[in-house]
């Protein structure tokens, strides 16, 4: 197992999300898996969103990813979530986006 994988492991095993996932990712997936850690501080893992959440994982990828673009762009106001989409580029909200429908 290369190191890079079990560091990802380790984090998503403290968020308890399935360490399988990071096994199983693809090498180009690893960033967004990074990504998608960040998101679950707010959102919750796979089938765990707290109840006050939108629930973002297992959606359609151009679901989530045409949201995101959306909120990133402010046609879509929000709170917090427009901030947070304009950190990172459509390249890597596309990434999170196919990582979060996988996962
Ligand atoms: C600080 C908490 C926080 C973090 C971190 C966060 N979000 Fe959000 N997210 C929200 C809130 C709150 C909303 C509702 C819109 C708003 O008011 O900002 C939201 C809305 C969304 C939506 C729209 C969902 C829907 O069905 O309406 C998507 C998609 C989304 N977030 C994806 C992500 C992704 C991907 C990440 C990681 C890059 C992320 N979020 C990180 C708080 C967060």
Redesign the pocket.
């Known amino acids: 197992m290369h190191r890079p994988t079990m560091f990802v492991t380790a984090i998503i095993s403290t968020l308890s999300l399935s360490p399988a996932m990071a096994q199983q990712a693809p090498q180009p997936m690893m960033e967004a898996a990074f990504?998608?850690q960040?998101?679950a501080?707010?959102?919750g893992g796979p089938g765990n969103n707290p109840p006050t959440?939108?629930?973002?994982h297992g959606?359609d990828a151009k679901a989530?990813y045409d949201?995101?673009i959306d909120?990133k762009t402010n046609k879509r106001?929000?709170?917090?979530?427009?901030r947070?989409?304009r950190?990172?580029s459509d390249d890597q909200?596309k990434a999170?986006?196919e990582y979060?429908s996988r996962y």
């Open positions: 990504v998608a960040t998101c501080v707010c959102h959440m939108p629930a973002i959606a989530i949201s995101l909120l106001p929000s709170t917090i979530m427009g947070i989409a950190g990172y909200l999170v986006a979060l």
